[in-house]
């Protein structure tokens, strides 16, 4: 996390000084992206979007994310961990389905 880029942006928090309140708001920001990014890719176009970008700002590690863990009193690389392993179990069943209703497979018609 040493990027000079990346510490012009992130500014340090002292996590004992910050406000119940505000900590709880950071943390319903998190959870609300956590919540969009193990949603099931859907059909609607808008909705596969916000789901991607959420799962792509686990995944990317960005200065907003290490900001906004900072200020909801969070370890950035503990989140970006317990997501990952959420974002990969789900990515990796959607593929296997994907694979499961592949055309030439085999389907009964209806």
Same mark, same amino acid.
């Given at each position: 996390?040493?990027?000079?880029? @990346?510490? +012009? !942006? #992130?500014?340090? $928090?002292?996590?004992?000084?910050?406000?119940? &309140?505000?900590?709880?708001?950071?943390?319903? #920001?998190?959870? =609300?992206?956590?919540?969009?990014?193990? +949603?099931?890719?859907?059909?609607? $176009?808008?909705?596969?979007? &916000?789901? @991607?970008?959420?799962? *792509?700002? !686990?995944?990317?590690?960005?200065?907003? !994310? %290490?900001? $906004?863990? *900072? @200020?909801?009193?969070? *370890?950035?690389?503990? #989140? %970006? !961990?317990?997501?990952?392993?959420?974002?990969?179990?789900? &990515?990796?069943? =959607?593929?296997?389905?994907?694979? +499961?209703?592949?055309?030439?497979?085999?389907?009964?018609?209806?």
């Amino acid at each position: 996390m040493a990027s000079s880029k @990346l510490s +012009k !942006f #992130v500014v340090a $928090v002292d996590n004992t000084n910050i406000n119940s &309140e505000e900590a709880k708001l950071w943390k319903s #920001v998190i959870s =609300m992206a956590a919540y969009d990014a193990v +949603k099931k890719t859907e059909y609607d $176009v808008y909705a596969s979007r &916000e789901i @991607l970008e959420a799962r *792509n700002w !686990f995944r990317n590690k960005g200065w907003d !994310f %290490h900001y $906004v863990c *900072n @200020l909801a009193g969070m *370890n950035p690389d503990y #989140v %970006h !961990f317990k997501m990952m392993r959420q974002i990969n179990k789900i &990515e990796k069943g =959607m593929k296997q389905w994907s694979k +499961k209703r592949a055309p030439g497979a085999s389907a009964t018609a209806i």
